[in-house]
């Protein structure tokens, strides 16, 4: 079974969310992480792919070139580093985004370039999410964050202009009337959600960006890549991705797979968590140095 194809099954299985792979980001990755990490990887940059719009990230039939191996950072490029955007700090910034009501728990966030998710349950028994993504926005977006009941067609799904090319969507399975979901919208302000994650840092290799962090309370998904191109497969295999997680809930890598991007699997074990990095064969010396320099917050 391929990783689009676990979505897939995934988004079946909670079709109390819209089927939008992009609105159930959260959802799809915490049933799927039990899959080995390179698995796992890839669906939420596929996912946040598709939220932002690159929907040539999907070809994965294309042959890849085997990359040269990566070296990580030198105390004398540590100054150049120091310089570099967001995009290679780890963890990254949390969205400046969430929702301000205790009623609403927040159980995972997700960051990609040009999007970002956050995802609310409340009594284990409905789902909200709110998504954050650059570009142009459908047509039917409103054009300021809708402030009266009367401005709602589908008071279930909302979306609203923030920025000349910068839009937000909020959606829930709870049933709501326009008036309740004016109401929940204006308490989403831009407050960063705080979520108290394994991850505290690791030395990102020269070269390589975020291309997707998860967070959620006792795990971590990471996938470092180069620039971003749209006709990339999910995981180059210049890519890597590691996956943190409290050992014994979560499987290990297993077998390789012929057609995985990143074949070469590591573990650890680090405190109470399990540390798994996922890469080239080319790459494997930089993986086992990117798991050597992580620290985890417990």
Not at 72 to 79: C, H, I, K, W, Y
Request: net charge positive; hydrophobic share 40%.
């Amino acid at each position: 079974m391929t990783d689009l194809d676990e979505l897939r099954r995934v988004l079946r299985d909670r079709e109390s969310l819209a089927p939008d792979p992009a609105a159930v980001l959260a959802t799809a990755t915490r049933r799927i992480r039990r899959r080995r990490a390179a698995g796992v990887a890839a669906v939420t940059l596929t996912v946040a792919a598709l939220g932002a719009g690159a929907v040539g990230l999907l070809n994965r039939g294309a042959p890849a070139a085997t990359p040269p191996p990566a070296t990580l950072a030198t105390p004398a490029s540590s100054a150049a580093a120091s310089e570099a955007s967001d995009a290679a700090k780890v963890p990254p910034p949390a969205p400046a985004i969430s929702l301000e009501d205790k009623s609403w728990d927040l159980v995972f966030w997700a960051v990609h370039p040009g999007f970002a998710s956050l995802h609310y349950q409340q009594g284990q028994k409905y789902g909200l999410e709110i998504d954050v993504q650059d570009g142009t926005a459908p047509g039917s977006v409103l054009p300021a964050k809708p402030t009266s009941a009367d401005q709602l067609t589908n008071p279930k799904t909302v979306l609203w202009q923030d920025g000349p090319r910068r839009w937000i969507r909020v959606r829930t399975a709870k049933p709501v009337t326009a008036a309740e979901m004016v109401g929940l919208l204006a308490k989403i302000g831009t407050t960063p959600p705080v979520l108290a994650s394994p991850l505290k840092s690791l030395q990102v290799p020269d070269g390589l960006k975020v291309a997707t962090f998860t967070s959620e309370p006792e795990t971590n998904t990471l996938v470092l890549c180069p620039d971003l191109k749209a006709d990339m497969a999910p995981l180059d295999p210049g890519c890597f991705s590691m996956f943190v997680f409290l050992t014994g809930t979560g499987e290990s890598a297993g077998g390789v797979d012929p057609k995985d991007p990143l074949p070469a699997h590591q573990s650890r074990k680090l405190g109470g968590y399990t540390l798994e990095m996922n890469s080239s064969y080319p790459n494997k010396a930089a993986a086992l140095a990117l798991l050597d320099s992580v620290r985890l917050t417990r």
